[in-house]
C-alpha cells in the first residue's frame, strides 16, 4: 500500500495483537490550541483526498446511530418434556385435529405405520411432523447395524441413539407449537425397545397407540417391500405374534385390516379424542 509523501507510517501491525500501543494520529498531528474553542458551529467538511486516491466510505450522518447489525437468527424455546395435552370441558367434543400432539403409532412391519402417519400429519389443522424412527436409524450409512442381520450390542446401541434422538426433535417441535407424530415397533415383552424410553426421552403427555391388522394384511404389505425394509415371512409371523401381548396392556388398538389409509387415519382422531379425555396408563 503506497503512503503519501510526509504522511505518518502506522508501525507493523503485528499478527494476533491490536494496533501498536502508543502510536496515534493525533501524536503525528497535534491539535491547534483553539481547536475545540467552537463547539457547537457547523462541523468543516474535510478535505478532498490526494489525487490518485480513493475518497474514504461515507460514515453516518452527524447525531445518527449507525444501523443495528441483523443476522436472522430467530430464537426458538427450548424444549422439554412433553406434559399431557389438557382435556376440553366435558361438555365439549375433544377436536385432536386443532390440538397439538405427541402420538407414538405402534405395530409391526407391514401394519400401515408409515403411510397413516404421513398422511394424518399432511391432513391436520395443525403444523405437524412426522418422525419415522426407521428413518432415523438408517442415518447411519457406514456400520449400519441391521437388526436383521441379529440383535446385539451395536444394533441396540444404534436403536438406543435413534429413540433419543426422534424424542429430542419431538420435544423442540412441541415447544415450537408443531405437533409429532411418531413410528416405531415397540415391543410390549422387550423393555429395551419399550414404551419407557420413549416416555423418557419425549414426555408423558405422549399418547401412544397400537396399529394391528391381521397377519394375512401383515404378510401380503410386506411382500411388497423392497431392500432392508422387507422381511422374511417367519420374521414378520413371529413380530406379529409378540405385538399380540398389547390385548389387555389399556393402550388403544386400531385393527385396519379392513381400513385404508384416510379411514385409518379418521379412526386415529377417534382414538386420540378418547385418549386426551381420558389419557390411557402406560
Known amino acids: 500500500m503506497q503512503h503519501a509523501v ?12 491490536g494496533p501498536a500501543t502508543g502510536w496515534s494520529p493525533a501524536a503525528q498531528h497535534p491539535v491547534p490550541p483553539n481547536a475545540g474553542a467552537h463547539q457547537g458551529s457547523v462541523p468543516v467538511s ?6 490518485g486516491y480513493p475518497a474514504p466510505p461515507p460514515g453516518p450522518a452527524p447525531g445518527c446511530a449507525p444501523p443495528a447489525e441483523t443476522t436472522g437468527h430467530v430464537p426458538l424455546p427450548p ?22 400432539l405427541a402420538v ?16 394424518w400429519a399432511d391432513h391436520r389443522r395443525v403444523p405437524t411432523a412426522h418422525i419415522s424412527l426407521d428413518d432415523v436409524r438408517e442415518w447411519v450409512r457406514s456400520g449400519f447395524a441391521d437388526p436383521q442381520s441379529g440383535w446385539n450390542d451395536n444394533s441396540e446401541a444404534q436403536y438406543r441413539l435413534a429413540r433419543r434422538t426422534c424424542g429430542f426433535a419431538a420435544r423442540n417441535f412441541l415447544a415450537n407449537g408443531i405437533s409429532c407424530i411418531l413410528d416405531d415397533a415397540v415391543f ?19 399418547l401412544p397407540v397400537v396399529l394391528l391388522p391381521g397377519l394375512d394384511i401383515v404378510l401380503e404389505r410386506n411382500a411388497e417391500r423392497s431392500g432392508n425394509r422387507r422381511l422374511s415371512d417367519e420374521e414378520v409371523a413371529r413380530i406379529h405374534g409378540r405385538m399380540a401381548g398389547w390385548y389387555g ?28 379425555a381420558s389419557p390411557p396408563p402406560w
Not at 510526509?6 to 495483537?17: A, C, I, K, T, V
Not at 389438557?86 to 397439538?100: E, K, L, M, N, R
Not at 409391526?108 to 402417519?117: D, E, L, M, N, R
Not at 424410553?197 to 419425549?202: A, E, L, N, P
Open 6 to 17: 510526509g504522511s505518518p507510517l502506522p508501525p507493523p501491525h503485528q499478527p494476533g495483537h
Open 46 to 51: 474535510p478535505p478532498p483526498p490526494a489525487p
Open 79 to 100: 424444549g422439554g418434556p412433553v406434559a399431557m395435552p389438557t382435556a376440553p370441558p366435558a361438555a365439549a367434543v375433544p377436536d385432536p385435529s386443532g390440538v397439538t
Open 104 to 119: 407414538l403409532l405402534i405395530g409391526p412391519a407391514g401394519a400401515g405405520k408409515t403411510s397413516v402417519a404421513k398422511y
Open 188 to 206: 410390549p415383552d422387550r423393555p429395551v425397545v419399550g414404551l419407557g424410553g420413549w416416555k423418557r426421552h419425549v414426555g408423558p403427555g405422549l
Open 249 to 276: 396392556s389399556g393402550l388403544p388398538i386400531i385393527d385396519n385390516s379392513q381400513l385404508d389409509v384416510p379411514e385409518t387415519a379418521r379412526v386415529l382422531d377417534d382414538v386420540l379424542a378418547r385418549s386426551i
